[in-house]
């Protein structure tokens, strides 16, 4: 009897830094569990600009070829054996973490820190796991969810970075009436903001180094009110920095005119002195979410957070996110949330789009936030 001939499909291959190709890929059926998803779009993420970049991402190096890609939604096209939770031609997103659903994590519902967790496009694991920049793929169903009708594909894609936010407002537990401070205004800055406002946040306002993407946060309704920090000198001492993060926390918080604080701060960007500031700009009693990640070890004002009661927190990926996330996404009340996907390509141009993401500005000059790979 003759083989059975299994299609292939086209997938954006990182076979080394800035070496990505467009490779043909036998397409298996899904396994016992699986769905396969046609994938429609999928956003461009910080981790994936940095494999791309170096062929690592912090203490993570590519050990073999790697599909990057996990911010991603698309249509269901084959169903595994077992599978009764979907359908065929169900619109989904993908929930790029796999939790073993066995640890003790995983029991107390906290799966984001699972510690068999394989999560698509890092190289954590060994063998690692492929991302979502294919035509299609197969999935644990359990980790797919249905859209809502008016959810978008591309507003499905957001859903992975927004479910950051989510999990970290759950974590500060940030409530109507409270006053928000974000550090930082990439997509991750700006959701921050965007979820601050949805929950009733009396007042969200923001900071970043950068004029250009404080201007969009603030013309796009992101926040109210803006603060560029000046640049400066890398500081000689330890005693410097801190010092400096001082004076241009309580800068910053006189040109807010909010010279308490805010009730909950969100640190967006990982660089040590920002995080030192954000402990200053916290009202006593306040929180500060840590979010961004860049800085490994970090000198911190504790007696400062511990003498005012300013709790200090991480935040590391989500767990139990995903519906809230595109239920959020489709209600409409994340406004100009689209406005955040600034560029678009097709999955066979994936290397262009990572080459644009890594200059931060187009030929014309526009600035580059969220890039978004469609199917075709």
């Keep these: 009897m003759s083989p059975i001939a299994l299609p292939s499909h086209s997938v954006a291959v990182l076979h080394g830094p800035k070496d990505l190709r467009i490779d043909q890929r036998t397409l298996w059926p899904p396994a016992m569990a699986q769905a396969q998803v046609a994938v429609a779009a999928t956003g461009l993420c910080g981790s994936d600009l940095h494999y791309f970049m170096h062929g690592r991402n912090g203490d993570f190096a590519v050990r073999q070829p790697l599909v990057l890609g996990h911010e991603a939604a698309g249509v269901i096209t084959a169903l595994g054996p077992g599978v009764t939770n979907l359908a065929l031609g169900q619109r989904v997103a993908i929930e790029a973490g796999i939790m073993c659903r066995n640890c003790d994590q995983c029991k107390k519902n906290r799966y984001n820190l699972c510690k068999n967790m394989r999560f698509c496009s890092s190289a954590a694991a060994f063998p690692h796991v492929d991302g979502t920049l294919q035509e299609k793929m197969n999935h644990p169903a359990h980790v797919l969810h249905p859209l809502p009708d008016s959810c978008t594909f591309e507003q499905a894609a957001l859903a992975e970075p927004l479910s950051v936010l989510i999990h970290a407002t759950r974590r500060a537990g940030l409530s109507a009436g409270q006053t928000v401070l974000v550090y930082g205004v990439g997509t991750i800055g700006l959701l921050a903001c965007s ?121 590391f990926r989500y767990a139990n996110t995903y519906p809230a996330a595109l239920e959020l996404l489709a209600s409409g009340k994340l406004k100009n949330i689209e406005n955040i996907i600034t560029h678009r390509f097709p999955l066979q141009d994936a290397k262009r789009a990572f080459d644009l993401l890594a200059r931060g500005q187009d030929e014309d000059g526009n600035m580059v936030l969220k890039v978004m790979i469609g199917s075709s």
Excluded: Y
């Excluded at 180094?209 to 640049?231: E, H, W, Y």
């Excluded at 000689?236 to 005119?257: C, I, V, Y």
């Excluded at 040590?272 to 700009?281: A, L, N, R, Y």
């Excluded at 006593?284 to 004002?301: E, F």
């Design 195 to 315: 979820v601050a406002q949805s929950i009733g946040a009396a007042r969200v306002v923001a900071i970043d180094i950068n004029q250009t993407r404080l201007d969009f946060a603030k013309n796009n309704g992101f926040a109210s009110q803006t603060v560029c920090l000046p640049p400066s000198d890398k500081a000689k001492t330890t005693d410097d920095q801190l010092r400096r993060a001082k004076e241009n926390a309580q800068s910053a918080l006189t040109e807010f005119g909010a010279p308490d604080g805010f009730d909950v701060v969100f640190e967006c960007t990982g660089a040590e002195p920002i995080i030192q500031m954000s402990v200053h700009t916290a009202i006593a009693g306040g929180k500060v979410m840590l979010i961004g990640m860049g800085t490994r070890n970090v000198m911190l004002p504790l007696s400062t957070a511990a003498l005012r009661e300013v709790d200090i927190q991480g935040s």
